[in-house]
């Protein structure tokens, strides 16, 4: 116990300085379910013609926007991050923009965008824009699963994430509230089984798992906070509502994302926990309060032993 503590307490410590890292870089790391070519239309908030938006996001959180209003056209790379949900063009110094900036929300499968674009001459252009997922022929079979997990195949298969086995590959921690007395966007990699478990099987409508997620949230300090509802191991059972995972038995619903091409599962599960108050070995003690939490697991295909 006490060498799992030390290693994922220096881990978690670790994963934090990256993280903090990362954010000072201005590159904090992007949802995977927002990388891919969008497409979508806009509406301009004072009225005029419809605009034609297409967007390409890497993994990496770059990407290239084209945006079509009446015959004008323009295409430029951007990055966009979740700071702040915020997104930034790169305008050349050539043009007449002088920036185009704004945020994003993804909601049900729908990439939402609230643009504003300002001139270097002065005056500005907002739009509102809703875009969705494109999906190729060729990926078109397997992408509907990742659309819509709850969905059979027309040969009546079960989706391609049920009916087999996941195993727990990286857990990460978003503190979602503005005045949260602790704060934390920051991820961990478990390499391997735990004594806090790592698997889960889906069949039929059963559940079976070995993770103990609370527990391990316990053994890490940089984790003042507890969530009795992710001992996995308490649960029998799942049913499916929407993009969904409701556990059984009991009422925790978890939102369920699998990505076909990289053959991976995450779930997340949001909250609002309590933050205890610690004693630093200076003796000062640490604020106290409440916040909500994101916690996403990310899972891989179970290794065969």
């Not at 220096?10 to 890292?21: I, P």
């Amino acid at each position: 116990m006490k060498s799992l503590k030390a290693n994922l307490s220096l881990l978690m410590a670790l994963l934090l300085l990256c993280s903090l890292t990362a954010a000072l870089a201005g590159q904090p790391a992007i949802p995977g379910n927002l990388v891919g070519e969008w497409h979508g239309t806009g509406t301009p908030k004072k009225g005029g013609p419809s605009i034609d938006l297409t967007i390409t996001v890497n993994a990496d959180g770059s990407g290239e926007y084209t945006f079509i209003q009446d015959g004008y056209q323009e295409s430029w790379p951007f990055t966009i991050t979740s700071d702040g949900n915020r997104f930034s063009v790169d305008i050349p110094a050539t043009s007449q923009l002088g920036s185009v900036d704004g945020v994003w929300a993804l909601e049900e499968g729908v990439l939402k965008l609230d643009i504003t674009s300002t001139f270097t001459r002065g005056g500005s252009y907002s739009y509102t824009a809703e875009c969705e997922r494109v999906i190729r022929e060729e990926e078109a079979d397997t992408a509907s699963v990742s659309a819509d997990p709850g969905a059979k195949q027309t040969d009546g298969e079960v989706p391609a994430w049920a009916g087999r086995g996941w195993q727990l590959d990286t857990l990460h921690f978003k503190t979602l509230s503005e005045d949260s007395p602790f704060s934390i966007d920051a991820g961990m990699s478990l390499n391997g089984p735990t004594e806090y478990g790592a698997y889960l099987h889906f069949d039929g409508t059963a559940l079976s798992s070995d993770i103990d997620l609370n527990g391990l949230i316990e053994a890490v300090p940089q984790l003042p906070f507890s969530v009795p509802e992710l001992n996995l191991t308490t649960y029998d059972g799942f049913t499916l509502d929407g993009d969904c995972l409701r556990l059984t038995p009991g009422d925790i619903l978890l939102t369920l994302d699998y990505d076909a091409a990289s053959d991976s599962l995450s779930l997340v599960y949001t909250t609002h926990v309590e933050i205890q108050s610690q004693t630093l070995d200076n003796g000062m003690r640490t604020k106290g309060g409440e916040t909500d939490i994101e916690i996403t697991l990310g899972l891989g295909p179970k290794v065969s032993e």
